[in-house]
């Protein structure tokens, strides 16, 4: 090294925008190869091919881990100025903490877990929308929450899936630390993955309290996210049917 000249530290690896820790170990390799989709092209597969991992807790988890989440939070309380011993605070840490488990749920579940016997043959080609599915979730910046509407439609090859299905992969991946970016993605990727459809849309219509509660705080503030594969992005004809569909 030249004199009088200072080894740079190692750039972190980025995504979604946010830098992760430098030296953080690598994530363990999986048991089995992942299949790399073919529509996470141009998008981190790190980021993206995460809706693929196998169930990351379990309820016997949920039951070991609740106490430690529960002493967090008494630490947070406690950090904030609170006394966590006055009667209204007494059992906030438990409840926080089995809130907490509740919203984060999706990593319970597969989609495999949902999809048994919920696939069908049936000889239709012609679009199903299941519109104003309600979304809950957690930005996973902040931790609070972002809401509001999934919509998806998707063009038959053959194959359908009961409509009640749709809702529950919604469930699946809004359950879980997310940005609406990513989770707009593994839904139609999911979907896609399953039925092997000619097309599919989804667009989630959302408001973020990041930017509500702190931040910039406007109040009347939505972000609008979708992803168009097969044929919904390749025929304009087709994507406009299904926008128009979902806003009517």
């Not at 049936?122 to 930005?139: G, R, Y």
């Amino acid at each position: 090294m030249e004199k009088g000249k200072l080894e740079q530290p190692p750039r972190a690896v980025s995504c979604n925008g946010y830098a992760l820790e430098e030296k953080q170990p690598p994530p363990p390799a999986p048991s089995r190869p992942l299949e790399k989709s073919r529509y996470s092209q141009g998008t981190s597969s790190q980021c993206l091919d995460n809706w693929k991992e196998e169930r990351t807790r379990s309820e016997e988890d949920n039951e070991m881990n609740l106490p430690s989440l529960a002493a967090a939070y008494t630490t947070i309380l406690r950090s904030l100025g609170e006394d966590p011993e006055r009667q209204g605070l007494l059992r906030t840490p438990w409840r926080a903490a089995t809130a907490m488990q509740f919203f984060t749920k999706g990593y319970q579940e597969t989609i495999s877990d949902i999809l048994n016997d919920a696939i069908f043959d049936e000889d239709h080609d012609e679009m199903v929308i299941v519109k104003d599915i309600d979304m809950f979730s957690l930005c996973e910046h902040h931790l609070v929450p972002f809401v509001g509407k999934v919509h998806i439609g998707y063009l038959p090859n053959k194959q359908v899936l009961g409509l009640s299905k749709l809702a529950r992969i919604v469930e699946i991946y809004s359950r879980r630390l997310q940005v609406q970016e990513r989770l707009t993605k593994q839904i139609a990727v999911a979907i896609t993955e399953a039925l092997q459809p000619t097309g599919v849309g989804v667009v989630i219509e959302a408001t973020h309290m990041c930017m509500v509660m702190r931040g910039v705080q406007k109040m009347n503030s939505k972000t609008v996210t979708s992803t168009m594969l097969g044929v919904f992005r390749e025929d304009a004809k087709t994507r406009e049917e299904f926008l128009t569909l979902i806003r009517s």
